[in-house]
């Protein structure tokens, strides 16, 4: 297939354009791929913007073709760089950045990255150029779908770092703290914690109480015989401006329980490295639906601001604003799994 061949006339002279935005996520290159060589499959011009947002606004962009996006479906990062603009958030911003996209007869923008992405592109279409988000975050937190591109693979680097942990924590009969990342929400700490067994699991949508959920636990194990611990909390369980809560966690555990206490923060590391083969798919199934729902809207009369989802194992998709106001929901049930078998 000849990059530059339309397929039929309603794409004749018509281009997409794809940007990442955001925190990166392992899998953001496998969408950019799919978006790309859907893209081209049904004949449009495609685009790669850099630096999120920010390209619209200084022009920095390039033709994608095939082979741009070769080799590129296990890497991590962006080959398209990310960040998060200033400037494009002011009316300003966006109206010049929609000036921008019709000066290339871009007829539609995939923006993969995370909800501050989407709200960005929902702004970007009520300027009428048609937008479509994939959801591409670690932290799993966009409530319209039940994945976001980059979890599992974040998940699984956190499992491996506490598997790592573990064995020394096992070695000296200590406990070890370790917070994971995920913004707001606790889904990689309630997921590697479970998978790692750990005494205990503290997320922001639990309220917990260290006394009972945390020194309790870790005397009744004492109790049967276990002699090292691993207790996992997601980073937003934190107050801002209060330290950091690994810390402040494992200093009250040594000194409630006298066992020598270690607290790690896995940070950045769990952004980083190949994705898995769920991100990989999952990031090429919801590229090319994206491209079908940009394909589906030319010459549309209607604002076209839509986000791409997985349901039930299908993809889906739904209105910016809708899924905007969508409640995350956090899975009490697993937590209560969690509590059963960590005893
Ligand atoms: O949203 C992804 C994420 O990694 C969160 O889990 C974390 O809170 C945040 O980004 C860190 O942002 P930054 O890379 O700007 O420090």
Redesign the pocket.
Known sequence: MADKKPIDDKVKGKSIAVLTS????PGMNAAVRAVVRAGIGKGFKMIGVYRGYNGLLNGDVKELKLRSVSDIIGRGGTILYTA?SEEYKTPEGIMKAAEFCRSLNIVGLVVIG?DGSFRGARALAAQGIPCVGIPG???N?IACTDYTV?FDT?MNTALDMIDRIRDTAQSHDRCSVIEV???H?GD?ALQTGIAVGATAIIVPEVPYNIEEDVIARIYEQKATGKKHFIVVVA??VGKKGHGNIADSLANYIEKRTGIETRATIL??V??GGCPTLRDRVMATAMGVAAVDILYDSIDSKEQVSRVVASRGGKIVDFDITEALDMQNDFDKHLYDVALRVSI
Request: with cysteine; net charge negative.
């Open positions: 955001g925190g990166d996520a998060r995370g975050t670690i932290d937190d980059g974040a990342m995920g913004r929400c990689i980073e937003g940070g950045h769990q952004r």
